[in-house]
């Protein structure tokens, strides 16, 4: 595939390690039985992301916070059904310890690995996607980045339900297919019909047809709710006015908890894509220590057949 020109490649590394533990066996494992298979795995998608679509700038964003208390104030139940008895977010116990080795491996190879306090690694795809002046991609999993496609610069992003091999690439128009709203429009319509993933419960008796036939009317939130202060007879049924002006009080608390943040404050970094690796030494340690180094060879490949690139 030929490289799109100064193409920002964006990695949801969370909702990529995470894909990565569960589709790798928990039996590979380093020298002294740790595993590992989160770290390979997610170590083989950035190396097949690279050799498919052959970015120009690479970011791995992360979670500085996962359940920022900002959104949590606004709608209580955000992810509260991912909250451990203990405290902090429910991750399997042999994940944990690899979140840490999977950041040290980027580093090492020369990856920039951002998250910024009190804030989702989507805030900061949110951030760097907007600011970005070229074509964005965005690798996830996780639909509420769907809001962030816009068919001027462009920005897309490779969906992974399927699998790392098999993106689902989700512009504007695939948005405008898949729920008859305006391209841009998701994390409105995502307010109105709910987000059960994210512990958001939306306006009750709406659901996504009713969600999708307000927003297309309106075109966002603010329009809608200054239409149902206004009290005009707009062509909504009584019905659903009623269920919409009920929920008021929600729908403008969950707006900041529904829309990634783009405008965050981010340290300075180097985006582009690394023809060798930052710190050669550090990473052969780390892949004799954690037998990393079928992966990290692979990866290293890609990196410089892509950086190398004109």
Do not use: C
């Not at 030929?2 to 928990?26: H, N, Q």
């Not at 409105?188 to 939306?202: E, I, K, Q, V």
Request: glycine share 8%; aromatic share 6%.
């Amino acid at each position: 595939m030929p490289k799109r020109r100064d193409l920002l490649l964006l990695l949801d590394t969370p909702s990529l390690y995470f894909r990565a533990f569960y589709g790798v066996p928990e039996t590979v494992t380093a020298p002294d039985g740790t595993p590992v298979n989160a770290v390979r795995g997610l170590i083989d998608m950035v190396a097949f992301l690279l050799q498919k679509h052959r970015p120009t700038r690479l970011v791995a964003t992360m979670d500085a916070d996962w359940r920022p208390a900002f959104r949590v104030a606004a709608v209580p139940a955000y992810k509260a059904h991912r909250l451990a008895p203990e405290g902090g977010e429910l991750t399997p116990d042999p994940l944990v310890p690899q979140v840490g080795l999977i950041e040290q491996v980027l580093t090492a190879v020369g990856v920039p690995v951002i998250g910024v306090d009190g804030y989702e690694a989507d805030d900061v795809i949110g951030t760097l996607a907007t600011a970005y002046e070229g074509p964005v991609d965005v690798v996830t999993g996780d639909r509420d980045l769907f809001q962030l496609v816009r068919a001027d610069k462009p920005v897309r992003v490779l969906y992974t339900a399927k699998g790392i091999r098999d993106v689902q690439v989700v512009d504007e128009a695939e948005v405008a297919r898949r729920y008859g709203i305006p391209g841009r429009a998701y994390a409105d319509f995502a307010l109105l019909r709910g987000d059960p993933s994210d512990g958001l419960p939306g306006v009750p008796g709406v659901g996504e047809k009713t969600a999708a036939s307000v927003i297309t009317k309106y075109g966002d939130s603010d329009t809608l709710l200054a239409a149902l202060d206004s009290g005009a007879d707009d062509g909504l049924s009584p019905t659903v006015r009623r269920k919409l002006l009920d929920a008021r009080d929600y729908l403008i608390a969950a707006r900041p908890v529904v829309r990634v943040a783009t405008d965050l404050s981010v340290p300075a970094y180097e985006d582009r894509v690394p023809s060798r690796p930052r710190d050669p030494e550090t990473l052969v340690e780390l892949a004799e220590r954690w037998n990393l180094d079928s992966p990290l060879n692979r990866l290293l490949a890609a990196l410089g057949a892509v950086g190398s690139d004109p």
